[in-house]
């Protein structure tokens, strides 16, 4: 039996199950497929201004509150004008900035199902209630989803779709964001955490809609989800908005530092792109050919259903040999196996010990 909550937490935190992030073995020779790391190092130019911020004075002295050298750098590489990012300790200290700064308690967060989890947290933190909005068996999005209030009658105040979404890899096309932005009542947060990886994104959306806000990751495309670093682009007066709930330091010198070199090298961005997609397209073709349904992914993973076998003891074999993959049950919706997309090495490991199952 699990102890009871002590009296002294709000109710809403109590209730709260707690976001269980994927496992993450400390030492030890994991091949790890599990939570969507980039398997190779980043660039060079990282180490580069991690060491140089270390050496001098900088590390005394409080960062700069809203990342200036990062955002006039993004701001280039982007086309849009600094004042347009708000930075964020990842791209999860983002997530909560939104919900804190347009969801109160009781109303409500809209997200799709099945999504990423945390949302789901994030909105029973703030004690809002999050409506989950099933997606289609192919992975579209019906129009239920702009619906301006849930069937319990609390406004929707903010709704948030990851784009390409986990755990499918899919993305709903640019035109179709902008369908749903147009009819919701609130601000569309698009998760593009996955972005870098797609065929399509949906930053031009922010120039045309105030509602609109893109998040994206550096832990993903950039190698670098170690370090904690992601950004968001909305309009000025929103962003205003949004560093009013930031915590004052919310990111440090030293990835501030790094962020900015990592953004600054699109070079290497390019060409680990073109290493993932080819290696996603082998995994993809693989699994099909074991006889798996697998999505057709804009990620840098690959979801897999078996028509007849079981997921979970397939995870569990590839986890004796040291190889961990994500096993995902979602109620209502079903479970299935989630696989990062790895180097060529480690999917050429995972595909033999998969034969073997
Ligand atoms: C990984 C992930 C994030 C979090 O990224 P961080 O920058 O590491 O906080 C956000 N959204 C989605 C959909 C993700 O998969």
């Not at 105030?210 to 950039?222: A, D, L, N, P, Q």
């Amino acid at each position: 039996m699990t102890n009871p909550a002590p009296p002294l937490v709000r109710p809403e935190i109590a209730a709260l199950a707690g976001y269980v992030p994927g496992e993450q073995p400390q030492g030890g020779k994991w091949i790890k497929l599990n939570t969507n790391e980039n398997p190779y190092a980043p660039s060079p130019a990282v180490a580069r201004a991690l060491a140089a911020t270390a050496a001098g004075r900088t590390l005394a002295k409080y960062p700069d509150p809203l990342a200036t050298v990062f955002r006039m750098r993004a701001a280039e590489v982007l086309g849009v004008d600094p004042d347009w990012i708000i930075c964020g300790n990842g791209s999860d200290d983002l997530l909560t900035i939104f919900v804190r700064t347009f969801v109160g308690a009781g109303e409500c967060l809209r997200m799709p199902y099945p999504s990423y989890i945390l949302y789901r947290t994030l909105a029973g933190i703030q004690g809002a209630v999050c409506d989950e909005f099933q997606y289609e068996r192919d992975w579209s999005l019906g129009d239920g989803f702009a619906a301006p209030r849930t069937s319990a009658g609390a406004d929707v105040k903010l709704a948030i779709i990851a784009n390409p979404n986990s755990p499918s890899g899919t993305l709903l096309p640019h035109d179709r964001i902008r369908e749903l932005a147009a009819q919701l009542p609130c601000p569309l947060v698009v998760d593009e955490a996955y972005g870098d990886f797609a065929a399509e994104h949906c930053l031009d959306l922010v120039r045309e809609n105030e509602r609109v806000i893109v998040s994206r990751s550096f832990s993903k495309s950039y190698a670098l989800a170690g370090l904690r670093f992601g950004f968001a682009v909305a309009q000025p007066a929103v962003i205003a908005e949004l560093q009013k709930v930031k915590d004052s330091y919310n990111c440090d010198a030293l990835s501030i530092a790094a962020a900015t070199a990592a953004i600054d090298d699109q070079t290497w961005l390019a060409e680990n792109r073109a290493k993932i997609v080819a290696t996603r397209r082998r995994l993809t073709d693989a699994m099909r050919g074991l006889g798996y349904d697998a999505v057709e992914s804009q990620a840098n993973f690959v979801w897999c259903t078996h028509p007849t076998r079981p997921h979970r003891p397939v995870y569990e074999a590839l986890k004796s040999q040291g190889i961990l993959i994500r096993y995902m049950n979602y109620a209502g919706w079903g479970d299935g196996l989630r696989i990062t997309v790895g180097t060529d090495d480690e999917i050429d490991a995972f595909l033999a010990v998969m034969k073997t199952i």
